[in-house]
């Protein structure tokens, strides 16, 4: 298949935040999905995946958070330069730690989606237990539980995953997509 071309020289980056279980691994691989319908080419970048690897000297401090970040920020931008469409799955749980992101993806073509399901919502679904854990004191530093969640003032798109289905929520962030790089489609 032949690589696009995009109209700023790196493919776009999208950017998903939220409490843990608000949805972005599952909302990023539906996305997934959907861009290669549209002969994108893109790679899930997730947050527990760089942990296991690549940030496996990092631990839960907002240092070390900002620093899992920027690294992936960093990669993220190698990936896009490669023609490659990276869709980012991070907490991202400060202003500050945003802040970080922004100022890295200036030159590039970059979409912040705010996954904004209730810290309720996320901890009744308690995907992988962790929500029992940090209630139980097992976990320290838990997003939303015992470490800061600040809601983000401005991001491109803010979706609720409350009682909505996982291609709907997808199929917003392509309809953003297509509203901000036409070129690309
Ligand atoms: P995160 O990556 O944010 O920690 P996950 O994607 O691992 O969250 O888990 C989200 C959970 O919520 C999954 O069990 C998923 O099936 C469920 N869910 C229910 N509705 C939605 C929706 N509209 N979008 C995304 N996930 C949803």
């Known amino acids: ?43 899930l970048l997730d947050g527990d995946v760089l ?13 070390d958070r900002n620093e899992n970040l920027r690294r992936a920020a960093e ?14 799955c991070f907490i991202t749980p400060t202003n500050d730690a945003r802040s970080l992101v922004n100022n890295l993806m200036v030159d590039f073509p970059f979409v912040d989606v705010f996954l904004s399901t209730p810290l309720s919502v996320c901890e009744s ?3 992988k237990g962790l929500y029992a854990k940090a209630r139980a004191g097992i976990i320290k530093e838990f997003t ?35 509203e901000i790089f036409p070129d690309s489609f």
């Open 125 to 127: 679904r308690d995907v």
């Open 75 to 88: 990669v993220a931008k190698i990936l896009s330069l490669a023609g490659v469409t990276p869709v980012c």
């Open 144 to 178: 939303g539980i015992s470490s800061p969640f600040e809601t983000p003032e401005s991001p491109t798109l803010e979706i609720s995953t409350d009682g909505v289905s996982v291609n709907y929520c997808a199929s917003k962030i392509m309809d953003k997509l297509k």
């Open 51 to 63: 942990r296991g690897g690549l940030n496996n000297n990092l631990g839960f401090s907002l240092e």
């Open 1 to 43: 298949m032949t690589q696009k071309i995009y109209s700023q020289g790196s493919a776009p980056i999208i950017w998903i935040s939220g409490l843990s279980g608000a949805g972005k691994t599952t909302i990023g691989r539906e996305l997934i999905a959907l861009l290669e319908e549209s002969n994108f080419s893109p790679y």
